[in-house]
């Protein structure tokens, strides 16, 4: 296992509700990464979060927002929630933003499913 | 726009042989790429990773070729096992800091006895 956790396991939600996913990053990891990750598909990066900023987004609309807290955890928040936003969503933690993937871990994911 | 794919949706690989997974990419510009694997329920794992100024790195039972001329990108294992069994992806570095990865769509490997 690599140490990163996701809470929930599942999720169920309707069209227009809001869902807040969370992640615990590795202990001494301090930069978090969201990916969207639809079925039969790679993931899609959302953002990355790095010492409680945003630090790069990627092609997803703003009610896709995020948050990072002073022990390196970090939340998902999805409002207006639409059928599309249906997928297995993956965080990943790492110990700085630098340039090598062999120290960055991904947690199981949280399957939201939106009906 | 540009982006990161792969030739064969599905693999079926006999246990024993070696398998070798293929992976287009379009942007010329990128320098980093990675292989990882995702078995059902899990999240993505690091396989390895090679940088555009090297053309081949190996690992254990893997091995990662980059053809920069075709932008061709390929992960060959060594004596597929049963636990070899997964999707696999690979992924290109985005952008200035690392973590922010483009994967293309995956291959599903499967591993007959």
Redesign the interface.
């Known amino acids: 296992e ?1 140490g ?1 956790t996701q809470s929930p396991t599942h999720l169920i939600k309707t069209r227009g509700q809001q869902v807040t996913l969370r992640c615990s990053s590795q202990s001494g990891h301090n ?1 978090v ?1 969201w ?1 969207q990750q639809a079925l ?6 959302i953002f ?1 979060y ?1 010492r409680e900023e945003e ?2 987004r ?1 092609n997803f609309p703003p009610r896709f927002s995020g948050l990072q807290f002073p022990n390196y955890s970090s939340e998902l928040n999805v409002n207006a929630l639409e059928l599309d936003d249906s997928a297995l969503y ?1 965080c ?1 933690s ?1 110990p700085r ?6 120290e ?6 949280t399957r939201l499913t939106v009906l | 726009g540009e982006s990161v794919g792969l030739h064969l949706p599905t693999l079926s690989v006999q246990e024993g042989d070696n398998s070798i997974i293929n992976c287009a990419y379009s942007n010329s510009a990128s320098d980093y790429f990675i292989w990882y694997k995702q078995e059902s329920g899990k999240g993505p794992q690091f396989i390895i990773d090679i940088r555009s100024n090297m053309d081949k790195r190996q690992g254990q039972r893997v091995t990662v070729l980059l053809n920069k001329t075709v932008k061709h990108l390929s992960l060959q294992i060594a004596a597929t096992q049963p636990g070899d069994s997964a999707v696999y992806f690979c992924a290109e570095n985005l952008g200035d800091s690392w973590g922010k990865l483009q994967f293309g769509a995956g291959t599903q490997v499967v591993v007959t006895p």
């Open positions: 690599t990163v930069t990464s990916y039969g598909q790679g993931p899609q990066f990355q790095y630090n790069g990627g993956l990943a790492s933003p630098g340039n090598s993937s062999d960055q871990f991904f947690g199981p994911g």
